[in-house]
């Protein structure tokens, strides 16, 4: 399975509170389309989520979003981790 950073920018500021409940969405969507979202991150001021996601593809990665809360990425990274 690959593994995927998603960038959701938002109209304006976005409070942690707003990630957790997308990301809960997420949890409860993401077994229909095998996908395992798996952290998010925040940058409130800038009004961005950050997601890390594996997936077997980008589009599966964004049905899960688009289904769960409609929040869908504005840019979906395939990524390696490293140390």
Known sequence: MALFMDVHTLGGPVGITDAEQ????????????DVNYLRYWVDPDQGKIFCLVEAP???????????AHGLVADQIFEVSEGA
């Open 57 to 67: 593809d980008a589009a599966a990665a964004a049905t899960v979003h688009r289904e």
């Open 22 to 33: 997308a990301h809960a969405a997420d949890l409860e969507t993401q077994g229909r389309y």
